[in-house]
């Protein structure tokens, strides 16, 4: 176990290392440098020069990036020119209110995807399973800019049970965020019920016609008692990873949601970033981001690897 | 002659196994009707895109507009017509570039092995944490949103995944018994990638690269919603929605009908693909398992 946990978490770091090299490099190869992205239009030459000389002072781009991530290490992630306060301070509240959200999305989400992914599963090709692979189709395929529109246009516009739009400041206390929560948290709990659920119902599928599931029933094993003992935990098991890259995509990613509902999580903060250049802050969300999807799937990894009495023999 | 018509009564075969899925059939029926839309809009479109009227903003469906007007007075029937060309063409050549730079790499991995297809799969796997979308907007606000950028960036973020598909099938071809034959008669590499590998994943990369094409309109339109897609007054589904959400209350047929529209497109897309992947034998669920 010890050996793994490490090896993954190796892997995790060499991840995070890759990513931010490839976000940095970017970064610096764009036209339009930080100098003239942070002193704007007006800039005479003279301050552009001197701030370019005091970037390049810094020493060159491989000097520079070692600098950042160490001082990234340390909680440090620059100051944002456009902001004027450090970058890990302007993400910070934000990161909160994303995780509040992607909360309470996936408190929705991920039982419900459960249980309808299994109920399709042991129903197979019946009512239940025609019906959710259309649902699933239209969560997965459909922008989630439409569809979280569309939840707008019906339930709040026509049908006036959910509030619409969030019209929150960024730092606004929790008590205010929580009552505008529900559309947004209903939309991005669709999207992601919809692959769970998909996934959820082929690992059952594979359980269900594995082998030792024929042979407990060939036993006379009763049904109830092979879908609660054999089937449901061997196929919760890659139900655990789905789930925790899910989760990771609830946090990390479907920005278009958060900025169709105004909220103020990293969604709205990664828009005014880039189309304020701010770069700092870009690579900071960049780099956060990253961190998530590889500290999510690092702990799902481990779980799984915890809990699979089959992966414990192996060593390699 | 013999082997044009073996390649014809192929494809009557694979059309029919399409066609006899009722979502294939769907499928079909309306990217087929998307992609006539698209080629007839220009000349059938009752007004002009761009033209503004002040005195016809915000005017409900009737005989003179269809789907009413928007709020600076233009036609929705005309806009939403014309909303799908810039993307589909945009993003048929970034699924094109995707999937040959994905295959050239998948292959290569696959085929060489060893040390070089190691770091390879561990390098995507890696950039499967990147914040793709955050990247493309980077890229889409420095270098601006001309087509050639937005095609050449997607195609590089989705040529990953296509290199993934191109590895996994290249690995399930090389060991078999006839490509130890070609090498055996010491053909060179190249020969056997494209003339023995090649046609056997040419289906796989194929179904994979329809597939992509309806991700790709998904990340695409998402793009034009932000204002980094499609640049106004060219009418396009993704900022038409975004345009007309603000005026949600007021005009919701603005926004519905670019909806409905990008919706059923992208689902055509994805119904055909799909039907596709079953009628040529491809289990697609197999390698999304484990990616």
Not at chain 1, 2 to 7: E, P, Q, V
Not at chain 1, 53 to 70: D, M
Not at chain 2, 31 to 51: E, R, S, T
Request: charged letters at 10%; proline letters at 5%; one cysteine or more.
């Amino acid at each position: 176990m010890l050996g793994f946990a490490l090896r993954r978490v190796t892997v995790g770091l060499a991840t995070l290392v890759a990513v931010t090299l490839l976000m940095f490099l970017s970064v610096s190869a764009l036209p339009g440098d930080q100098c003239s992205a942070s002193l704007g239009r007006t800039a005479t030459e003279g301050a552009l020069a001197r701030c370019r000389q005091e970037i390049s002072g810094q020493g060159n781009i491989a000097v520079r990036y070692v600098r950042w991530t160490a001082s990234a290490m340390t909680g440090d992630l620059g100051t944002s020119h456009v902001r004027k306060e450090p970058v890990a301070a302007a993400l910070a509240p934000r990161l909160f209110n994303t995780f509040v959200l992607a909360s309470v999305a996936a408190g929705i989400a991920f039982p419900l995807a459960i249980v309808l992914g299994v109920l399709a599963a042991l129903r197979r090709d019946q009512a239940v399973d025609i019906g959710l692979p259309t649902l699933t189709l239209i969560g997965m395929t459909v922008p989630e800019f439409v569809s979280a529109t569309m939840l707008v246009l019906v339930f709040s516009i026509w049908l006036g049970w959910l509030p619409g739009i969030s019209m929150i400041p960024p730092d606004a206390p929790i008590s205010r965020i929580l009552p505008v929560i529900a559309t947004p948290a209903l939309a991005l709990a669709f999207i992601s019920m919809a692959h769970t659920m998909r996934m959820v119902r082929s690992c059952t599928i594979d359980v269900l016609e594995s082998c030792y599931v024929h042979m407990a029933r060939l036993r006379g094993v009763p049904e109830r008692l092979v879908v609660w003992r054999h089937v449901l935990p061997n196929a919760m098991l890659p139900a655990i990873g789905i789930i925790a890259l899910q989760f990771a995509t609830l946090l990390a990613g479907v920005v278009v949601i958060k900025v169709v509902f105004n909220y103020p999580g990293l969604g709205r903060l990664t828009m005014d970033a880039i189309s304020n250049r701010d770069l700092p802050l870009v690579l900071g969300i960049a780099a956060t981001l990253a961190a998530i999807y590889v500290a999510v799937t690092l702990v799902a990894d481990l779980l799984m690897f915890a809990l699979n009495p089959r992966l414990r023999t192996v060593r390699s | 002659m013999n082997r044009t018509s073996t390649a014809l009564s192929d494809v009557r075969r694979v059309a029919k196994a399409v066609l006899v899925q009722p979502s294939g059939a769907l499928g079909l029926v309306i990217l087929v009707f998307h992609v006539l839309m698209m080629v007839v809009a220009p000349i059938v479109v009752p007004y002009d895109y761009a033209a503004q009227s002040a005195s016809d903003m915000f005017l409900p469906p009737s005989s003179a507009h269809w789907l009413g007007t928007d709020n600076l007075g233009r036609d929705v029937l005309t806009r939403v017509m014309l909303g799908g060309q810039a993307a589909a063409v945009t993003t048929v050549l970034a699924t094109t570039v995707a999937v040959a730079w994905g295959a050239v790499a998948g292959i290569t991995a696959g085929y060489r092995g060893g040390l070089f297809d190691e770091l390879f799969m561990r390098l995507i796997d890696s950039f499967q944490a990147v914040p793709w979308l955050l990247f493309v907007m980077l890229i889409a606000v420095t270098l601006g949103n001309a087509p050639i950028v937005l095609i050449l960036v997607l195609g590089f973020c989705y040529g990953l995944q296509s290199a993934r598909v191109a590895r996994a099938a290249t690995l399930d071809i090389v060991a078999r018994d006839y490509i130890w034959a070609a090498k055996a008669r010491g053909e060179p590499m190249l020969t056997i990638l494209w003339q023995e590998i090649m046609p056997n994943i040419r289906n796989v990369l194929l179904v994979d690269g329809a597939m992509q094409w309806s991700w790709m309109l998904l990340w695409f339109s998402s793009l034009s919603f932000l204002g980094l897609g499609v640049s106004p007054p060219h009418p396009d589904w993704g900022l038409m929605i975004s345009d007309a959400r603000l005026y949600l209350t007021v005009i919701p047929w603005a926004a519905l009908a670019p909806m409905i529209a990008l919706s059923t497109f992208i689902i055509g897309i994805n119904l055909t693909a799909d039907a596709f992947g079953k009628a040529l034998g491809i289990d697609r669920s197999a390698g999304e398992a484990g990616a």
